[in-house]
């Protein structure tokens, strides 16, 4: 047996069979990450995944900031 020799499958056969796109065929993102940030200016954030599809407005949430301890608004921000 030679080294390096070894009968193998093209790479990109191999994702076709497994059921992956071929290259070039990529499918466009159908959410994306945005950042809830607090209100109350502490600089405390969440991260969420947002339908970029269906949801177009802003999104406001109240959740709890733990650096003032209490329940504040939480807008929409881009991530960086």
Same mark, same amino acid.
């Given at each position: &047996? ?5 009968? #193998? =499958?093209?790479?990109?056969s191999y994702m076709l069979m497994r059921g ?5 065929? =990529?499918?466009?993102k159908t959410f994306m990450f945005i950042r ?7 600089? @405390?954030?969440?991260?969420?995944k947002k339908s970029s599809k269906k949801v &177009?407005? =802003?999104?406001?949430? #109240?959740?709890?900031?733990? #650096?003032?301890? #209490?329940?504040?608004? @939480?807008?929409?921000?881009? &991530?960086?």
């Open positions: &047996m030679k080294w390096g020799f070894t009968k #193998r =499958k093209p790479a990109e992956f796109p071929a290259m070039g065929d =990529k499918k466009k809830l940030i607090s209100a109350a200016g502490t600089g @405390f954030f969440y991260v969420k &177009m407005e =802003k999104l406001e949430f #109240r959740k709890y900031d733990p #650096r003032v301890n #209490r329940h504040v608004l @939480f807008t929409e921000a881009k &991530m960086k």
